[in-house]
């Protein structure tokens, strides 16, 4: 087996052992301890999560903050693009987003990232919100480009021979 195809696998078995408990108490960058994130699944190229939406992301009226969306979206394509099994870190060289409703502080969003195309250098991916009574809040596309760059993950993720 190659190494791109075992690391995917070990990526996706440890974010399956992650599921449903909160993100912040796991080895993952800053801001996702931040947003403190769920996963609810985790397999090749798709990853779900649920967010608790709190104050801090409220935007004056009290709802979702529009950055704090992209940010979700952003978190939850990065963190799918590491189901992949690149050595390398894809960057983000764009991201377009749409609001589409609404969601309020106290309550639960689903954000689900995928991948839609892998190409030599660029990478495409979609991401959706939704809220729990599976209405579509926003939706967010973007390009990622295959980096040499290796993350502290990819270095943990290869020193690991099983979970």
Known sequence: MDKIKERSERMIKLFNAFKNQELKDFPVPPFSKWLNGKIIKAEYGKLELEFKVRPE?????????????????DDAIGMTTATLGYEGFPISIDFHVDY?????????????????????NIIHAIAEIYDFNGNL???????????????????NADKLKKI
Request: charged fraction near 20%.
């Open 137 to 155: 809040i926003s939706t967010g596309n973007s390009n990622l480009l295959k980096t040499t760059y290796v993350p502290n993950y990819v270095k």
């Open 100 to 120: 589409l409703g609404k969601v309020k502080v106290d309550e639960k969003v689903k954000v689900i990232g995928k991948i839609i195309r892998e190409g030599r």
């Open 57 to 73: 992301m409220a935007n004056p009226t009290g709802l979702l903050h529009g950055g704090m969306q992209c940010g979700l979206m």
